[in-house]
Nanobody
Framework: QLQLVESGGSLVQPGGSVRLSCAASGFRLDAYAVAWFRQAPGKEREGVSCLGSTGSSTQYADSVKGRFTISRDNEKVYLEMNRLKPEDTAVYFC???????????????????WGQGTQVTVSS
């Protein structure tokens, strides 16, 4: 059974940076589409950064373009978050599609495996 464990969530000041990691136990990630979603209190889960299986296709929510970067190696998925804003406060989830998808997608229905989430709070 694939298990995903996120780490790196923290309290950070506006304008700061955080790097999230997602480890997939016993599972190579280099052939699968991966993504980061987030959910703020009272809001729906949204896809913020998504990466296709080949690594050449990405999709970002408009609100994070130019500030967030998704990347992947064989064992982990990363989310580099810069110039953070209070509205970035949320629980962040990593997700694995479990299949080969060339074109990056942030449609949550494409993702079979989900982590438990890690809290990122942006506040002064």
């Amino acid at each position: 059974q694939l298990q995903l464990v996120e780490s790196g969530g923290s309290l950070v000041q506006p304008g700061g940076s955080v790097r999230l990691s997602c480890a997939a136990s016993g599972f190579r990630l280099d052939a699968y589409a991966v993504a980061w979603f987030r959910q703020a209190p009272g809001k729906e889960r949204e896809g913020v950064s998504c990466l296709g299986s080949t690594g050449s296709s990405t999709q970002y929510a408009d609100s994070v373009k130019g500030r967030f970067t998704i990347s992947r190696d064989n064992e982990k998925v990363y989310l580099e978050m810069n110039r953070l804003k209070p509205e970035d406060t949320a629980v962040y989830f990593c997700a694995i599609a479990g299949m080969y998808i060339v074109q990056a997608t942030c449609d949550p229905r494409e993702y079979a495996y989900w982590g438990q989430g890690t809290q990122v709070t942006v506040s002064s």
